[in-house]
């Protein structure tokens, strides 16, 4: 109780600060921190607002500066390396819709039907509108237990069939363990690198198993309360935007919306709640990301301070212990799980596979496993498709991520093998649409890795 006593007192001094009124205004939606372990650079995404509120680009006569402090110093001007605009649009968003299923949601009506079959509604026509190959989604529910239903994958009839699938929930399962959930959707988000926004949907308030029994049969005695959210969206990179339908609301979510970057959204009707997750995307998408250098040694938490024409965001960020320290204050004892690590990479680059063989073939590389006639296809004299389709001539299961015809293999008069795909893939690590291929190479398809072997001796 004193926790949530604190939040409510923080969320009133904060809300000077964050809060999402109609005017002019610059909000810091995402800091992406996985650039720190790279280069010692950061990114922040951002978004300027007019004065009704709606979304804007800079102007050529605004300037933007930026200022960056840990724990207690003073804040000092950090140089600003790149700017982009609409840097979402050009990169893609990771998704993740979190769906409320608990028992009012399929008691309780909007319009003539229940309100999950109209979120079902409104979250198959933003699926619809996804036209950008680049954007990820994934989709889980809640109720008394959080479920994964498609994991963050390109849209397909995946996400669509398992929203549509979704039975309603037994009186056990009725409960609303809405924290809960988001503590494991942003976990479940932060594996993936750029922008992230956890979108929740639901018609009331945190309503956990343990106010009516002692224990949750997962969760246990774990609590989670409004100020552990906050703090989880600052750390793993993820905003937040709550999407409300019905009169019941959560009183913390708007707040924990807000102060991750994100904001809420109320929902009257079917047609309302429909066009809010496309307003989301398009806000997103308007979005510019300025990299900086990250001038403080490791370990911690440390601020900045977005500036432009009068106008100021603050955020926070966690930067990760010993990596993106300055180089001059890393010990060789802290790098040497990088070396090993650059060591193993080369020597998996250099391997050829010494078994001959007679004519090019393709070997999937599964762990643990050995190649086998199981795991071996050999290649056309021509055309060779590769994907998840059960018509490619190399059909590989489990891999949602994978196209029906995720990349051709063509091979020349000459005896040469040239892979494509349209979207980019990794030869021996390094991104590419096209590549001609040698032996021994090992090729990544979003996760799933195959290794090209030939005869050694050519005509």
Do not use: C, W
Request: proline share 4%; aromatic share 8%; charged share 25%.
């Amino acid at each position: 109780m004193k926790r949530i006593l604190v939040f409510i007192i923080l969320s009133l001094l904060l809300s000077t600060l964050i809060g999402q009124t109609p005017g002019e205004s610059l909000t810091i939606t995402q800091i992406e921190n996985r650039r720190l372990a790279i280069d010692g650079t950061a990114d922040i995404f951002f978004l300027l607002r007019d004065e009704t509120g709606e979304p804007r680009d800079l102007d050529s006569t605004e300037e933007l500066a930026l200022f960056s402090r840990a724990g207690n110093d003073d804040f000092k001007e950090a140089k600003i390396l790149s700017l982009q605009r609409n840097a979402p649009r050009e990169e893609g968003i990771n998704f993740l819709l979190l769906i409320d299923n608990s028992g009012s949601m399929h008691d309780e009506q909007m319009g003539d039907v229940s309100r999950y079959e109209t979120a079902a509604y409104a979250l198959g026509r933003f699926l619809d509108s996804i036209d950008n190959p680049l954007d990820r989604i994934g989709v889980s529910a809640f109720n008394t237990y959080y479920t994964e239903l498609s994991p963050v994958a390109p849209p397909d009839n995946a996400q669509r069939n398992s929203i549509e699938a979704l039975p309603a929930p037994t009186a056990d399962e009725a409960f609303t363990e809405l924290y809960q959930a988001m503590r494991l959707a942003a976990d479940e988000l932060s594996h993936f690198s750029g922008r992230r926004a956890l979108i929740i949907l639901s018609d009331g308030e945190n309503y956990p198993y343990t106010l009516r029994h002692d224990e949750h049969p997962e969760f246990g005695t774990v609590e989670v309360v409004p100020d552990d959210l906050m703090t989880l969206m600052s750390a793993s990179g993820v905003s937040v935007y709550a999407v409300h339908i019905g009169d019941r609301r959560d009183p913390f979510l708007d707040r924990i919306a807000a102060a991750s970057g994100g904001r809420g959204f109320g929902a009257q009707n079917r047609e309302n709640l429909g066009s809010i997750y496309e307003e989301i995307r398009a806000e997103i998408q308007r979005e510019y990301r300025v990299r900086f250098r990250h001038t403080y040694a490791a370990g911690g938490s440390s601020e900045v301070l977005l500036k432009s024409n009068g106008l100021e965001a603050l955020g926070r960020y966690t930067v990760p212990h010993f990596f993106g320290r300055p180089s001059d204050s890393i010990s060789i004892i802290y790098l040497l799980p990088v070396l090993i690590g650059l060591g193993v990479i080369l020597l998996l680059l250099l391997i050829r596979f010494e078994r001959p063989v007679s004519r090019a073939e393709l070997n999937l590389l599964l762990p643990g496993k050995r190649f086998s006639a199981a795991t071996r296809v050999a290649l056309s004299d021509q055309r060779t498709v590769i994907g998840r389709s059960s018509e490619a001539d190399m059909t590989i299961a489990g891999n949602p991520a994978l196209k029906g015809s995720h990349a051709t293999i063509v091979a020349d008069k000459a005896g040469n093998y040239t892979v494509t795909a349209d979207t980019e893939f990794k030869v021996n690590n390094r991104l590419t649409k096209e590549q001609r291929l040698k032996s021994g190479d090992v090729i990544d398809f979003e996760g799933t890795t195959i290794v090209f072997d030939k005869p050694v001796k050519e005509k």
